[in-house]
């Protein structure tokens, strides 16, 4: 079973940055691919960023309402994924969620399906 804990989240203005964390265990970390996601008030939750695994040389690919505004990354020695945003909206309030997918996924299954593990979430609330 993989852990995922999310830090980070907070109250912001407008304009401003912000940074996520997500640490999680396991020892096959470097491999999985990370996401974030988030979950606004009666949205649905949506894709933020997603990094592939070192085999797929941790591509990186991102939703295009935060594209520009927003960096995942990741540190393999320190089974941890990041997520800066910079660049705040209002449209970005959200509860942001980190997802993980086992290492066994093949990159087909990771870019269609759903996440199989997933932290507990984090508000990130942006003000005017």
């Known amino acids: 079973q993989v852990q995922l804990v999310e830090s980070g989240g907070g109250l912001v203005q407008a304009g401003g940055s912000l940074g996520l964390s997500c640490s999680a265990s396991?020892?096959?970390?470097?491999?999985?691919?990370m996401a974030w996601y988030r979950q606004a008030p009666g949205k649905q939750r949506e894709l933020v960023a997603r990094i592939l695994g070192s085999q797929h040389s941790a591509t990186r690919n991102y939703a295009d309402s935060v594209k520009g505004r927003c960096t995942i990354s990741r540190d393999n020695a320190k089974n941890t994924v990041y997520l800066q945003m910079n660049s705040l909206k209002l449209e970005d309030t959200a509860v942001y969620y980190c997802?993980?997918?086992?290492?066994?996924?093949?990159?087909?299954?990771?870019?269609?399906?759903?996440?199989?593990?997933w932290g507990q979430g984090i508000q990130v609330t942006v003000s005017s």
């Open positions: 997802a993980s997918w086992t290492a066994t996924r093949i990159l087909s299954s990771v870019t269609t399906t759903a996440p199989d593990y």
């Open positions: 396991g020892s096959d970390f470097r491999r999985r691919a």
